[in-house]
C-alpha cells in the first residue's frame, strides 16, 4: 500500500514562490509515473505536472509551463513542484498522485494513489 504525504502549501502573495513535497511514507516514487493535480471548487480536478516512470518523459499544462517545475528526488524518495511567480488564478488545492506504471497519463482516475491535498492561495 502506498501512502503519500504532502507539504508546502500555504499563503502567498502574487508573485511570490512556494514549493510543494510529496513524500512516498510507503512504496517508491522512483520509477512511476507521477503528476501534481490542483482542484478548484465546481471544477473538476486536473493535472498541471507530471513525470514517466523514466523522468524521459514531462508534462506541463500551458497555464503553468515556464512557472512550475516537476522534479523528482530517489534518494529521498520524494517529488516537488516548484511554483514560481504565482499567480491569483493558481489559488487550488494541489494533489500529488502515483500511478502504478511508466506512462505519465492525463486523467485523474488513471492515478492509484494520492495524498491528501494542500490548500495553495495567492493573494492579489
Known amino acids: 500500500q502506498v501512502q503519500l504525504e504532502e507539504s508546502g502549501g500555504g499563503l502567498v502573495q502574487a508573485g511570490g514562490s512556494l514549493r510543494l513535497s510529496c513524500a512516498a511514507l510507503?512504496?517508491?516514487?522512483?520509477?512511476?509515473?507521477m503528476g501534481w493535480f490542483r482542484q478548484v471548487p465546481g471544477k473538476e480536478r486536473e493535472v498541471i505536472a507530471a513525470?514517466?516512470?523514466?523522468?524521459?518523459?514531462?508534462y506541463y499544462a500551458d497555464s503553468v509551463k515556464g512557472r512550475f517545475t516537476l522534479t523528482r528526488d530517489n534518494d529521498k524518495n520524494t517529488v516537488y513542484l516548484q511554483m514560481n511567480s504565482l499567480k491569483s488564478e493558481d489559488t487550488a488545492v494541489y494533489y500529488c498522485?502515483?500511478?502504478?506504471?511508466?506512462?505519465?497519463?492525463?486523467?485523474?482516475?488513471?492515478?492509484?494513489?494520492w495524498g491528501q491535498g494542500t490548500q495553495v492561495t495567492v493573494s492579489s
Open positions: 498522485a502515483l500511478r502504478l506504471g511508466s506512462a505519465w497519463k492525463r486523467e485523474s482516475a488513471d492515478y492509484e494513489y
Open positions: 510507503r512504496g517508491t516514487v522512483s520509477t512511476v509515473a
Open positions: 513525470i514517466s516512470g523514466t523522468g524521459r518523459a514531462t
